[in-house]
T-cell receptor
Framework: EAGVTQSPTHLIKTRGQQATLRCSPI?????VYWYQQALGLGLQFLLW???????NRGNFPPRFSGRQFPNYSSELNVNALELEDSALYLC?????????????FGEGSRLTVL | GENVEQHPSTLSVQEGDSAVIKCTYS??????FPWYKQELGKRPQLIID?????GEKKDQRIAVTLNKTAKHFSLHITETQPEDSAVYFC???????????FGKGTRLSVIA
């Protein structure tokens, strides 16, 4: 069974540009989570989607946004990129909201902002 | 909201020794406490978890203990091996309708 897949693996942008990251969850999983992993800061929660709806949002500015498609895949958009947005962006999936259990992570998309 | 503190940030042990990583949480309603291991360049993977109705859980060389009164939980690795070298993250959540909150991670180095 395929795990969580993310694309692109690496992305280089300049300040002010926009970045779009994509995630495909494990088949049958309806919840998708986005976390930012910046150096020394651990995994910081960004966004959570379930059944196409945004369920929760972390303490990030509005220029971080996303959506979930009918097939449960998701994309994360970061507008007006800043240098401090450089990080590994991890997507995770789970069977659905209300399930307190394992999150299955993808390998991540490394965003570099120059 | 929930806040998770993790210590130490780095830990070096000799192969065969034990390693202990400690976490504290702030939300007394939290009831699920997983531990993830992230090897260099790899995805975080669940290694063990514990729920609030259990005080201790073991899986071979790995154990987790939970003290709900003090709001802290710990990861214990015995007989450490070089392949245990990785970053370990603790996490907590009050319910299935809130996302996992992670600690900042502990970089464990096992020296052969």
């Amino acid at each position: 069974e395929a795990g969580v897949t993310q694309s692109p693996t690496h992305l280089i942008k300049t300040r002010g540009q926009q970045a779009t990251l994509r995630c495909s969850p494990i088949s049958g999983h309806t919840s998708v989570y986005w976390y930012q992993q910046a150096l020394g800061l651990g995994l910081q929660f960004l966004l959570w989607y379930d059944e196409g709806e945004e369920r929760n949002r972390g303490n990030f500015p509005p220029r971080f946004s996303g959506r979930q498609f009918p097939n449960y895949s998701s994309e994360l958009n970061v507008n007006a990129l800043e240098l401090e947005d450089s990080a590994l962006y991890l997507c995770a999936s789970s069977p659905g909201s209300g399930n307190t259990g394992e999150l299955f992570f993808g390998e991540g998309s490394r965003l570099t902002v120059l | 909201g929930e806040n998770v503190e993790q210590h130490p940030s780095t830990l070096s042990v000799q192969e065969g020794d034990s390693a202990v990583i400690k976490c504290t949480y702030s939300d007394s309603a939290s009831n699920y406490f997983p531990w993830y291991k992230q090897e260099l360049g790899k995805r975080p993977q669940l290694i063990i978890d514990i729920r609030s109705n259990v005080g201790e859980k073991k899986d071979q060389r790995i154990a987790v203990t939970l003290n709900k009164t003090a709001k802290h939980f710990s990861l214990h690795i015995t007989e450490t091996q070089p392949e245990d070298s990785a970053v370990y993250f603790c996490a907590a959540t009050p319910s299935g309708n809130t996302p996992l909150v992670f600690g900042k991670g502990t970089r464990l180095s096992v020296i052969a």
